[in-house]
């Protein structure tokens, strides 16, 4: 059973405008949330991540928010630009044995410009 | 170099070939991992080795075997895959131990595994 998932696989944003990713999972014993960036042929790199005691953190442009009632969490980015047209992968990792994360499938962000 | 390479970057074989692929870090990291991801399917961990050492599998099938001579290099040795193996392998490092919050883990660009 995916305890991470992303149901989105593709989103389409004008250049300029805000780009929301949605994340949801099922284990509250997630401590920590990350979102990951991936250009194709390169390994995803590390993009901003919450802790679960947060409910929002911020770093530029991408703002992550964390809504643990509803076992949900988004990234906003905003203005969006074409440099950001890349898969965008949700992780989630446990207190203990923390070097596992468990990824979502992943969402593809198309910046129009 | 810096960071995590992987060789080869594409790899064809069929199903009674024997091939391996390699992973080298240069970030003077202590922990390496194996993960695999499918068409349409999340990233899904294979192995993990902390100093050299192997601390999960996660399930893996036999025919994937991996080795960690030193906490720079990692090898995935493949050996009568089937089709449904084929899927793209990327190599992880990250200091141990890791403090997932930070984003401590560094991606390699992986190789694209093809078995025919």
């Known amino acids: 059973d995916q305890q991470v998932k992303q149901n989105s696989p593709s989103l389409s944003v004008q250049e300029g405008r805000i780009s929301i990713l949605n994340c949801d999972y099922t284990n509250s014993m997630f401590d920590y949330f990350l979102w990951y960036k991936k250009y194709p042929a390169e390994g995803p790199t590390f993009l901003i991540s919450?802790?679960?005691?947060?409910d929002k953190n911020e770093d530029g442009r991408f703002t992550v928010f964390l809504n643990k009632s509803a076992k949900h969490l988004s990234l906003h980015i905003v203005p969006s630009q074409p440099g950001d047209s890349a898969v965008y992968f949700c992780?989630?990792?446990?207190?203990?044995?923390?070097?596992?994360?468990?990824f979502g499938q992943g969402t593809r962000l198309t910046i129009n410009p | 170099e810096t960071g995590v390479t992987q060789t080869p970057r594409h790899l064809v074989m069929g199903m009674t070939n024997k091939k391996s692929l390699k992973c080298e870090q240069h970030?003077?990291?202590?922990?390496m991992y194996w993960y695999k991801q499918s068409a349409k399917k999340p990233l899904e961990l294979m192995f993990v080795y902390n100093f050299k050492e192997q601390t999960e599998n996660n399930s893996v099938p036999s025919r994937f075997s991996p080795e960690c001579p030193n906490s720079s290099h990692l090898f995935l040795h493949l050996h009568t895959l089937q089709p449904e193996d084929s899927a793209l392998y990327l190599c992880?490092?990250?200091?141990?131990?890791?403090?997932?919050?930070?984003?401590?883990?560094?991606f390699g660009p992986g190789t694209r595994l093809t078995v025919t």
């Open positions: 970030l003077g990291h202590n922990a």
């Open positions: 992780a989630a990792s446990y207190p203990e044995g923390a070097q596992k994360l468990v």
């Open positions: 992880v490092s990250s200091q141990d131990p890791l403090i997932a919050g930070e984003g401590s883990q560094y």
């Open positions: 919450i802790s679960s005691i947060k």
